[in-house]
């Protein structure tokens, strides 16, 4: 119902069953905002909010449960929800609240992530649990790559075109230094695995 509702009104929807079904959907890219049910099966809504601040992620979130007690709203605020909807409500109060969340802070931020990385697409800076990467700005381009194609081998090829233009720019060994570069600034547990004769692959 809530997607119809809103599809209807305009926006771009995507739905998730689950928390995890969510974060990962999250992952593989963020949205404009999120709504979540506190209610979900597995990960709850206020564990996916909680897990999604620790990543650094700015987006807009609004929490929709049937609990309606001052404690519930306050955990819900404290797990990083931005506005809490509790059930049952009307719709037109629900598109409201949405519009409200995407006006603060003007243009919601542009990020990638993936597990515990994330990637801000305006500033090029990178963090992973919450710690700055300190990317150079080519190094940014080559995570920017690996994270629009998480799970997926990125040839050598392919990042010489996307990240240096082309053969004539750089030769298929900078591809290979330059990841080493994001491995020592990626740290521990590795991201980055190499596919002997293919190329590399974030998060296999």
């Known amino acids: 119902m809530l997607e119809r509702t809103l599809a209807a009104e305009g926006y771009d929807v995507r739905a998730a069953a689950d928390g995890g079904a969510a974060l990962?959907?999250?992952?593989?890219?963020?949205?404009?905002?999120l709504v979540l049910d506190v209610a979900m099966p597995?990960?709850?809504?206020?564990?996916?909010?909680?897990?999604?601040?620790?990543?650094?992620?700015?987006?807009p979130i609004l929490l929709l449960t049937a609990r309606d007690a001052v404690h519930d709203r306050v955990a819900g605020l404290d797990a990083g929800a931005d506005d809490?909807?509790?059930k049952p409500f009307a719709a037109e109060e629900l598109l409201?609240?949405?519009?409200?969340?995407?006006?603060?802070g003007h243009e919601p931020a542009e990020v990638l992530a993936?597990?515990?990385?994330?990637?801000?697409?305006?500033?090029?800076?990178?963090?992973?649990?919450?710690?700055d990467l300190g990317l150079s700005a080519?190094?940014?381009?080559?995570?920017?790559?690996?994270?629009?194609?998480?799970r997926q081998v990125v040839t050598r090829d392919v990042a010489l075109e996307r990240v240096w233009q082309g053969r004539s720019a750089a030769s298929l060994n900078v591809v290979d230094r330059y990841v080493s570069y994001l491995r020592?600034?990626?740290?521990?547990?590795?991201?980055?695995?190499?596919?002997r004769g293919a190329?590399?692959?974030?998060?296999r």
Not at 24 to 33: F, G, L, M, T, V
Not at 199 to 203: H, T
């Open 42 to 59: 597995g990960l709850d809504g206020l564990a996916v909010c909680r897990r999604l601040r620790a990543k650094g992620l700015a987006l």
């Open 138 to 150: 080519r190094e940014a381009d080559l995570l920017e790559l690996l994270l629009r194609n998480p």
């Open 199 to 203: 190329g590399f692959v974030l998060g």
């Open 114 to 131: 993936y597990d515990d990385l994330v990637l801000d697409l305006r500033s090029r800076s990178a963090r992973r649990g919450g710690r």
């Open 96 to 104: 409201a609240r949405i519009r409200a969340l995407l006006r603060r």
């Open 84 to 86: 809490y909807l509790v």
């Open 24 to 33: 990962a959907a999250i992952e593989r890219s963020a949205p404009d905002a």
């Open 184 to 195: 020592r600034k990626l740290g521990t547990p590795p991201l980055i695995e190499t596919v």
